[in-house]
């Protein structure tokens, strides 16, 4: 039957069609040892058959479906693991109660109190004059506002439909519904670097990682909540530009740095991972127009939304962690406009031009580097943050800052941290190293850069352990996805050879028994037709170096890795067993590490289970039993948390932002009782909160905190010195502890009345000991409030003493040693 035959143009063709075909006269004998698609002349026209184009073949359609069906499957996969990250971090709401956790997010949670009573306009000009106490707090400069904005849009749009949800529900539950997007966002980034099954991978992984889950368990109200889902967001754009060069996904990519700018102040990290980035692949000869359109208007677009954000402002201009970025972005503009002078000169031509580029390139980035350099030169920190400077330096903020050394967070982590985080993901990141490899693409070489800084910086502040597992995560998702794929094609290898040679033997046995003589005839025409189609053996050599010697070196080249199928199944099952343990592990540390609410405490005893709800408690008594107007002073930790709950003014709280004023009340809580009072008095201070858990054996209490108290308010007034507190270097509280630390205003607080409890010991239950000065009376301050479990202490301070007029102290005793027997009148006041 004749076939129809269309003309059609082309430029290109593909190996196998041009095997299919057999068009090999018009193929270019030189593009046969490249890679990629075969070049072809352009014919002015081609014959196709009919049926090829209007006819799909029923392996296209077969291929068609699958890869819908797939998408339709990783769509329901997506939502599952989105139901998963959510469900996960339900522990805290249902062994406990929906409430919020730790100290900043009360913080968090009554600045979004104010946004949705008051509106925006009224969040951007607040003067807080509860806080800081006498000096206040501007909110709406001093507050990254994004986490706020967001739960505030959120109750906002839920009230319009009609769904009558608390702002402190909402506060509570945001942190799981961003985890959702976080893995999601984690898939998409993975996506674009390995695939659709390296992507679900990871995406599974992050939904159940245990250092992203204390972080954002219900009722972890803090930035980082939906500051990690702008960070893998923002990452996914910028790998989705590189990949595909459109100017929609960079501005896109913009838009999504700048709701990182506004979430938390770790943008810095993207704004200078993605300059290197760009740096690495211009030294390694990877430049193209993509990575341009990729960084130029982030750095351009980004720097100027980022100055939107008040508490940013011109420090994204000014500040050294953003010099990196401009840097970059002058290398990248000199190397584009080298690229284009190298298009449209001569190679003669183009050398002189590249000079004349590169020295100006050279000019004007040492002219910038100058102005930088001016500009920073009048700072001692040389433009860079006390935290960015602790980070370069780990030993930094021990010498200089001892008020970020204080924080638990910013303590670099231990060895068994890393296993307690992310598990088995610390054995699998090498694999996926290795896998990124192979193909080494931008893509993959961003993951890796990623991944190293995120190792080098989580391995100084334990916090940042937040910022690797994302990357853990989605190194852990390719090592697993590219081992599930060989061991899977192992076994189909294994499988499929398998009924092979069951075919063929049952052919043989076919074929052997239906043999006839008419085989003999048919194998001598075969013959004839050989000899006469035979070539001679000068072509058939040509032929063999041309045609079977670049097909038997690709079949060498793309032949997969297939391993036996013993040692697949046996592979299979390891993985599949540290798949397991790996969700034991996660739901463990949601469901106990990480879910108790630092408000609320249990402990677990031969009688059951015990609560512990001092906090609140105190609070509340705060609340209802001092004026309006009183102040509180306490250590920093807890300024948030009274703020927010008992609606007290409090003198310093968890910013941070004033050392001087720290160090002040730091000095008081390590002075004897009297000039304690004296600097509490002088600051308007009713009340003094201290935390003490001798008694249940709190460990988490401000005399273990004490130690900072008097680093910190040292630092600033120098007769508060740290070894007059040692006995021998070590800190002690019982017998062998030294007179000033016995008589300072924190022993004192925290330990009136303590042998009442045991019986006239006094056996602090942390320290492990007993106390050195059991019994004392205090003459300044007196105990107004002391919680069940005594954890929480409340105490007033006494009012100044009446004088008698127009005489000192010091006169009325030289009077009274001078006339004893006088007959003056005594003071029935004093």
């Known amino acids: 039957m004749p076939r129809l035959y269309v003309l059609t143009q082309t430029h290109t063709l593909s190996l196998s069609t041009a095997k299919v075909f057999s068009f090999v006269n018009l193929i270019d004998s030189k593009s046969l040892t490249k890679p990629h698609t075969l070049q072809v002349f352009r014919p002015p026209l ?42 996960i971090r339900l522990f805290s709401v249902i062994k406990y109660e929906s409430v919020i956790h730790e100290f900043d997010p ?55 439909l009609n769904i009558p949800l608390s702002v402190e529900t909402v506060c509570v539950f945001t942190a799981p519904v961003f985890s959702a997007f976080a893995a999601w966002a984690t898939y998409l980034l993975t996506k674009e670097v390995k695939g659709t099954g390296a992507g679900l991978t990871a995406a599974v992984l ?21 500051a990690i889902f702008a960070l893998i967001f923002t990452f996914y754009l910028y790998i989705k530009t590189l990949n595909t060069g459109s100017l929609f996904y960079a501005t896109l990519n913009s838009i999504s740095y700048f709701y990182m700018v506004c979430s938390w102040g770790g943008y810095t990290f993207i704004i200078n991972l993605i300059p290197m980035h760009v740096l690495l692949c211009i030294v ?95 700072s001692p920190t040389k433009g860079w943050s006390g935290r960015s400077l602790s980070l370069l330096d780990p030993t930094y903020a021990s010498k200089y800052i001892p008020i970020i050394a204080s924080v638990s967070e910013h303590q670099p982590p231990t060895w068994p941290s890393y296993f307690m985080d992310i598990n088995v993901l610390a054995f699998l990141v090498p694999a996926g190293i290795i896998a990124c490899f192979s193909p080494l693409s931008d893509a993959s070489a961003f993951v890796i850069l990623y991944l190293v800084m995120s190792v080098y910086f989580s391995g100084v502040m334990v916090r940042l352990m937040l910022v690797l597992a994302p990357a853990a995560c989605i190194m852990s998702g390719i090592a697993l996805s590219e081992a599930f794929d060989v061991f899977t094609r192992s076994i189909k290898f294994y499988i499929s050879s398998l009924s092979e040679s069951l075919q063929t033997d049952a052919g043989d046995i076919v074929s052997g028994n239906s043999a006839s003589p008419q085989n003999d005839a048919i194998k001598t025409d075969k013959r004839e037709d050989s000899l006469k189609e035979r070539p001679s053996r000068k072509n058939k050599k040509k032929d063999k170096e041309i045609v079977e010697k670049p097909s038997v070196k690709s079949k060498i080249e793309k032949r997969p890795l297939v391993l036996p199928v013993e040692a697949s199944f046996f592979a299979l099952f390891l993985t599949v067993l540290l798949g397991a343990f790996y969700v034991v592990h996660s739901v463990w540390a949601a469901a106990e590490a990480y879910s108790a609410p630092s ?20 609070y509340a008594w705060l609340s209802h039993n001092t004026e309006v107007d009183d102040k509180v002073a306490s250590w920093w930790d807890y300024g948030y948390q009274t703020t927010a709950m008992a609606n007290r003014t409090v003198i310093v709280d968890n910013n941070t932002w004033n050392n001087t004023h720290i160090a002040t009340v730091g000095t008081a809580m390590s002075s004897p009782e009297k000039a304690a009072w004296e600097i509490f008095n002088s600051l308007d201070v009713k009340y003094v909160l201290v935390v003490f858990g001798g008694l249940v054996g709190y460990p988490s209490d401000d005399i273990n905190k004490f130690l900072w108290m008097v680093r910190i308010g040292g630092g600033v007034f120098p007769h508060i010195k740290e070894p ?53 009376k205090l003459t300044h301050f007196e105990e107004v409030f002391t919680t069940h ?9 006494k009012p100044q003493k009446n004088r008698i007029r127009g005489k000192t102290k010091k006169s009325r005793s030289k009077s009274s040693s001078a006339t004893p027997t006088s007959g003056t009148k005594k003071n029935p006041w004093h």
């Open 46 to 87: 081609m014959a196709v058959p009919v049926d090829t184009i209007t006819k799909p073949t029923p392996a296209s359609s077969t291929s068609t479906l699958r890869f819908a069906f797939g998408n339709v499957l990783a769509f329901f996969i997506l939502l599952l693991i989105g139901v998963l990250a959510f469900s």
């Open 106 to 160: 009360y913080f968090n949670y009554r600045v979004t109190q104010f946004l949705t009573k008051n509106g925006i306009y009224d969040f951007w000009n607040w003067f807080d004059d509860r806080t800081w106490y006498p000096l206040g707090r501007v909110i709406g400069g001093t507050v990254y506002p994004g986490l706020t904005l967001t739960a505030g849009t959120i109750w906002k749009v839920l009230q319009s």
């Open 206 to 226: 992050l939904a159940m990682v245990p250092s992203y889950i204390s972080r954002s368990v219900a009722g972890s109200y803090d930035n980082e909540a939906v």
């Open 284 to 378: 390694t000869g990877r430049y193209s127009s993509r990575l341009y359109i990729a960084y130029a208007p982030l750095v351009v677009l980004g720097t100027l939304l980022a100055a939107l954000v008040p508490v940013v402002g011109f420090n994204a201009v000014m500040t050294s962690e953003h010099f990196a970025s401009f840097l970059v972005f002058i290398v990248i503009h000199v190397v584009a406009l080298a690229y284009y002078i190298k298009g449209i000169l001569s190679p003669k031509m183009f050398k002189v031009a590249a000079t004349l580029v590169v020295s100006v390139g050279l000019v004007v980035c040492c002219a910038v580097v100058a102005v930088l350099v001016a500009v920073v030169a009048s």
């Open 599 to 618: 408000i609320v405490l249990t402990s677990h005893s031969h009688d059951g289970l015990h609560v512990f709800d001092d906090f609140r408690e105190a």
């Open 724 to 776: 007059d507190y040692l006995r021998d270097g070590q800190y002690r509280i019982d017998s062998q502890a030294t007179p000033t630390m016995l008589n300072s205003l924190m022993y004192k607080l925290s330990y009136f009345r303590f042998v009442e409890t045991d019986g006239g010991k006094g056996y602090d239950r942390v320290r492990r000991t007993e106390i050195g000065k059991k019994y004392f």
């Open 789 to 797: 479990h005594w954890m929480v202490r409340i105490y007033k301070l």
